[in-house]
């Protein structure tokens, strides 16, 4: 069942916004906490998807991608806590958000194909 990753669109945008994440500058105190805490999620969720699709059955695939989707949701809320914290500016704010709430979606729907029509 083993897939190549880099042919799943979820981990292309995966990798992309982990890209950015390491991108992103911020101030030294917040560089070791939420900074660290942000940039291991974002890595989780790319890892995950890559980690799953080598496994051998769907329902281990479906397992990583259930972490990938959640890692995704922690980068999300760590991302809003740095815009109330006026660490990151409300259009990066706005476009990394919007893009893990995408990625979300997309791990979402990609797993609902990976279960099958008579799984639930």
């Given at each position: 069942m083993s897939r190549k990753p880099e042919d799943l669109i979820i981990y292309q945008e995966a990798y992309k916004l982990s890209l950015d994440i390491y991108?992103?500058?911020?101030?030294?105190?917040?560089?070791?906490?939420?900074?660290?805490?942000?940039?291991?999620?974002?890595?989780?969720?790319?890892?995950?998807?890559?980690?799953?699709?080598?496994?051998?059955?769907?329902?281990?695939?479906?397992?990583?991608?259930?972490?990938?989707?959640?890692?995704?949701?922690?980068c999300k809320t760590i991302v809003s806590l740095l815009k109330d914290l006026n660490y990151l500016d409300l259009t990066t704010f706005n476009n990394l958000s919007n893009r893990f709430d995408k990625l979300g979606r997309q791990i979402t729907l990609f797993s609902k194909s990976v279960r099958g029509p008579n799984v639930e």
């Open positions: 991108k992103i500058k911020l101030p030294q105190q917040e560089q070791y906490e939420l900074g660290k805490q942000l940039r291991r999620a974002s890595t989780s969720v790319v890892l995950n998807i890559s980690e799953g699709s080598a496994r051998r059955t769907n329902k281990e695939f479906l397992q990583f991608l259930n972490q990938a989707n959640g890692s995704a949701q922690e």
